[in-house]
């Protein structure tokens, strides 16, 4: 049987003490946790409410550096520039047109020689064309003495038939007989004149002023119709062919009127001896259609007086080892044409963006976006027009990564800095 032990007071007593001991501890340590706790949002707070305010510090943003250049707005004819191969006016090849053999050349008559309008450059032997010719004439001669005895007779006869002498018949007989002597006349006439035309082609002349280009033949030779004799050229004007682009042709004034009281002006520019020589001429013509292959315009520009001397550039000194020479067909000209007169701005291809704009920098220092029609493209350089550009105003002529109107930018100076 379990027994039950009790414990007396003096046993119980030292128990109650020391939970009541715990107790006490454990409300002091959630007294002291609670003050710091509180002290720590009180320290927070007063940090929040008596620190001082921080002083606000700007952000500071650098515009894009960029290159500048002065516009120079320029008004006058605009030049057309362009090249063209040199060429005469006319060149001709001259044929024999009779048969015979070549008894005369003239001294011209060799490659490069100089021959005025006229001038005899080769003979056929004229004596067969000659003798000819006296035959037909003699033909005639004789038909002539016909006709003249047979209007005599009938003047008899028809007298002799009034006074009943002679017959009618007579009469109609002589005036049969002079009616064929005038027909056989007007055919030796004929003759006569094709016998002359023959004799006049044995003397082969010059159809212009100019020089030889080639020549085929010599003294001796024997020739037929058809026999090439030589190559000549007209020396009294030279022609460029110089192709443009339909934007090119635009600036040259009055180029498809052909009533036009005076052409537009030309400079044909060639080098000698590394210099340049220079002669004047004009706007001729177009020629009919556009070239199928390079789809240009070719304009025709001629050149008076050719065969003097060039101009030597301003910026050449005289060679005094060399003279100036004339133009040369063959060679390959350039052309400046004086075109129409208009306002317009040269600047560099580099400040051309999308072909059709520019960007200039305002009073504001920002970026303006301008629309420009381009008039001319010169390679490294181009010639634009807009009413928005200005004098002097400021192109942007470097690039940037990102760019739109009212940007502000920074101009830099000649050494790159910012200014």
Request: glycine share 8%; aromatic share 4%; proline share 5%.
């Given at each position: 049987?379990?027994?039950?032990?009790?414990?007396?007071?003096?046993e119980?007593?030292?128990s109650?003490?020391?939970?009541?001991?715990?107790?006490?501890?454990?409300?002091?340590?959630?007294?002291?946790?609670?003050?710091?706790?509180?002290?720590?949002?009180?320290?927070?707070?007063?940090?929040?409410?008596?620190?001082?305010d921080?002083?606000?510090?700007?952000?500071?943003?650098?515009?894009?550096?960029?290159q500048?250049?002065?516009?120079?707005?320029?008004?006058?004819?605009?030049?057309?520039?362009?090249?063209?191969?040199v060429?005469p006016?006319?060149?001709?090849?001259?044929?024999?047109?009779?048969?015979?053999?070549?008894v005369?050349?003239?001294?011209?008559?060799v490659?490069?020689?100089?021959?005025?309008?006229?001038?005899?450059?080769?003979?056929?032997?004229?004596?067969?064309?000659?003798?000819?010719?006296?035959?037909?004439?003699?033909?005639?001669?004789?038909?002539?003495?016909?006709?003249?005895?047979?209007?005599?007779?009938?003047?008899r006869?028809?007298?002799?038939?009034?006074?009943?002498?002679?017959?009618?018949?007579?009469?109609?007989?002589?005036?049969?007989q002079?009616?064929r002597?005038?027909?056989?006349?007007?055919?030796?006439?004929?003759?006569?004149s094709?016998?002359?035309?023959?004799l006049?082609?044995?003397?082969?002349?010059?159809?212009?002023?100019?020089?030889?280009?080639?020549?085929?033949?010599?003294?001796?030779?024997?020739?037929q119709?058809?026999?090439e004799?030589?190559?000549?050229?007209?020396?009294?004007?030279?022609?460029?062919?110089?192709?443009?682009?339909?934007?090119?042709?635009?600036?040259?004034p009055?180029?498809?009127?052909?009533?036009?009281?005076?052409?537009?002006r030309?400079?044909?520019?060639?080098?000698?001896?590394?210099?340049?020589?220079?002669?004047?001429?004009?706007?001729?013509?177009?020629?009919?259609?556009?070239?199928?292959?390079?789809?240009?315009?070719?304009?025709?520009?001629?050149?008076?007086?050719?065969?003097?001397?060039g101009?030597?550039?301003?910026?050449?000194?005289?060679?005094?080892?060399a003279?100036?020479p004339p133009?040369?067909?063959?060679?390959?000209?350039?052309?400046?044409?004086?075109?129409?007169?208009?306002?317009y701005?040269?600047?560099?291809?580099?400040?051309?963006?999308?072909?059709?704009?520019?960007w200039?920098?305002?009073?504001?220092?920002?970026?303006?976006v301008?629309k420009?029609?381009?008039v001319q493209?010169?390679?490294?350089?181009?010639?634009?027009?807009?009413p928005?550009?200005?004098?002097?105003?400021?192109?942007?002529?470097?690039?940037?990564?990102?760019?739109?109107?009212?940007?502000?930018?920074?101009?830099?100076?000649?050494?790159?800095?910012?200014?």
């Open positions: 049987m379990n027994e039950r032990v009790v414990p007396t007071s003096a119980a007593e030292p109650l003490n020391s939970d009541a001991q715990e107790a006490d501890h454990g409300k002091r340590w959630g007294l002291v946790s609670g003050g710091l706790i509180a002290a720590g949002i009180l320290g927070f707070v007063l940090l929040q409410v008596l620190a001082p921080p002083g606000q510090v700007p952000r500071v943003v650098n515009a894009p550096l960029v500048v250049q002065a516009i120079e707005i320029t008004r006058g004819p605009i030049p057309v520039k362009g090249n063209g191969p060429r006016r006319a060149e001709v090849l001259l044929v024999a047109q009779v048969s015979g053999e070549i005369e050349t003239s001294p011209a008559l490659t490069g020689g100089s021959f005025k309008q006229g001038d005899t450059l080769a003979r056929i032997d004229p004596r067969p064309y000659q003798a000819a010719l006296d035959q037909v004439a003699a033909d005639r001669l004789a038909r002539q003495a016909d006709l003249d005895f047979a209007g005599k007779q009938l003047a006869d028809q007298q002799l038939t009034q006074s009943g002498a002679a017959s009618e018949r007579r009469r109609d007989e002589t005036l049969n002079r009616d002597a005038r027909a056989q006349i007007a055919g030796l006439d004929a003759l006569i094709a016998r002359a035309i023959d006049e082609r044995t003397a082969i002349t010059a159809p212009f002023d100019g020089r030889v280009l080639t020549e085929q033949i010599d003294i001796g030779s024997v020739v119709p058809g026999t004799i030589g190559r000549v050229y007209a020396s009294d004007i030279f022609e460029i062919v110089v192709p443009f682009s339909d934007r090119e042709a635009a600036l040259i009055g180029l498809w009127d052909t009533q036009r009281r005076q052409a537009p030309a400079k044909a520019t060639l080098p000698f001896r590394e210099r340049l020589y220079s002669w004047d001429g004009y706007v001729d013509r177009v020629e009919a259609g556009i070239d199928p292959e390079t789809r240009t315009i070719d304009v025709v520009i001629r050149v008076p007086n050719p065969t003097q001397v101009r030597l550039g301003e910026d050449h000194a005289q060679d005094t080892l003279e100036a133009m040369l067909i063959g060679t390959y000209a350039a052309v400046e044409i004086e075109g129409m007169t208009l306002s701005a040269l600047i560099p291809r580099v400040a051309l963006r999308n072909s059709d704009t520019i200039l920098v305002d009073n504001n220092q920002s970026i303006q301008v420009i029609d381009l493209d010169q390679g490294a350089m181009v010639a634009v027009r807009s928005e550009i200005l004098d002097g105003a400021q192109l942007i002529v470097s690039d940037l990564a990102i760019a739109a109107a009212g940007l502000k930018v920074s101009i830099a100076d000649q050494g790159g800095a910012r200014r």
